[in-house]
């Protein structure tokens, strides 16, 4: 990644101030597993980790999903909408239905992919509080993050729920039918707009440079790790069974070997090429200087906006570096940072 990719497009970064100063919007629908039946709780605290059993009727809660060797397979929002009725927002709907598939043998549970039923767009800054009490009937003042209910937008039925993917305090998603969708993006955009925001259009804004920037993770930097190395372990139920939880309690006891760890490119040179495993490939080798031992990979690496530096995350064998360290990747001055830029 060259440096000027980010720093010297100035369209990105309008869109990526827009949602940090103002408010933006954009149209990112996960995709989305529907949960029903008696023992859909039961089903789904066993798949996932951390304790879906206490979620409240309108309430939601994050969780990575393992396989039986402990390693993250997928990270979700689990939305408990009725009683007996849960929605899983995913980017891997197509693999969470065939888990769910053969891991739902023995109980009184239906799974569906009903991404092709839904639109949900994200509205996401200091005053997207304003736009929303300005579209919905009932508004978003009592709303507390994670919880979700039904509203109206002009008379269009949707579910609202306070939660995103920015590291906004403010930050919604509004669910509506595929039908309804252009009549609902019209409301969103006309009161964005009219509160000084924009529209997000870029990808690389909404999936990288805000999220990171945040310190959220993207599933692909997940990919082969577990949540002890991604700092993901308080996330878990131990009193509780779950795929994974043999290999994890392994873990637990040596300690991971690896560990995720924040980055800024500090070198002077504007032309610097970093390769990170989120465009494809394993991510540039990282090396300590004076040895030859590679301690290992650049995950995603994109650039603050906020504090306009190039910054990023890399998955590294444990305690190799430590915060405020200087090193080279691909011959560029770099230094160890917390991951979050906020």
């Not at 989305?32 to 089903?43: I, S």
């Not at 919880?147 to 993917?165: H, K, L, P, S, Y």
């Not at 945040?214 to 308080?234: C, I, Q, S, W």
């Not at 540039?284 to 906020?306: A, C, L, N, T």
Request: glycine share 8%.
């Amino acid at each position: 990644m060259f440096k000027n990719i980010f720093k010297n497009d100035e369209w990105k970064r309008s869109e990526h101030m827009a949602v940090r100063e103002c408010v933006g919007y954009y149209l990112f629908t996960h995709q989305l597993m529907e949960v029903t039946g008696e023992e859909a709780c039961k089903f789904l605290d066993y798949v996932y980790p951390n304790n879906i059993a206490t979620l409240a009727v309108g309430r939601d809660r994050y969780t990575t999903m393992l396989n039986e060797n402990g390693e993250i397979i997928d990270d979700v929002v689990v939305m408990r909408l009725e009683e007996d009725k849960y929605w899983v927002s995913t980017l891997y709907g197509t693999k969470a239905d065939d888990w769910f598939y053969y891991h739902s043998e023995g109980y009184d549970v239906e799974t569906y992919e009903i991404t092709e039923d839904w639109h949900m767009f994200s509205v996401q800054g200091p005053k997207s509080k304003e736009v929303l009490n300005s579209i919905l009937s009932n508004g978003v003042d009592d709303l507390k993050f994670f919880q979700n209910r039904t509203d109206e937008i002009n008379g269009i039925e949707v579910i609202v729920n306070r939660a995103g993917f920015t590291g906004e305090k403010f930050g919604y998603e509004i669910y509506c039918g595929v039908d309804d969708a252009d009549d609902v993006q019209d409301a969103i955009d006309r009161a964005v707009k009219e509160a000084g925001g924009k529209e997000v259009t870029e990808f690389q804004v909404f999936a990288w440079t805000l999220p990171t920037e945040a310190g959220f993770y993207y599933m692909r930097d997940l990919a082969h790790t577990n949540p002890f190395e991604v700092g993901l372990e308080k996330n878990i139920n131990w009193e509780k069974d779950f795929i994974g939880k043999e290999a994890l309690l392994k873990i637990k006891e040596n300690g991971p070997e690896r560990e995720m760890l924040g980055f800024e490119v500090i070198d002077e040179n504007e032309d610097f090429y970093i390769r990170a495993k989120q465009y494809g490939g394993p991510g540039e080798p990282i090396f300590i200087d004076g040895e030859e031992e590679e301690i290992g990979r650049v995950s995603k690496m994109v650039y603050s906006y906020v504090r306009n530096v190039n910054n990023g995350y890399m998955l590294v064998k444990k305690g190799k570096l430590h915060l405020g360290d200087k090193f080279r990747i691909h011959g560029y001055e770099c230094v160890v940072t917390e991951k979050n830029w906020l």
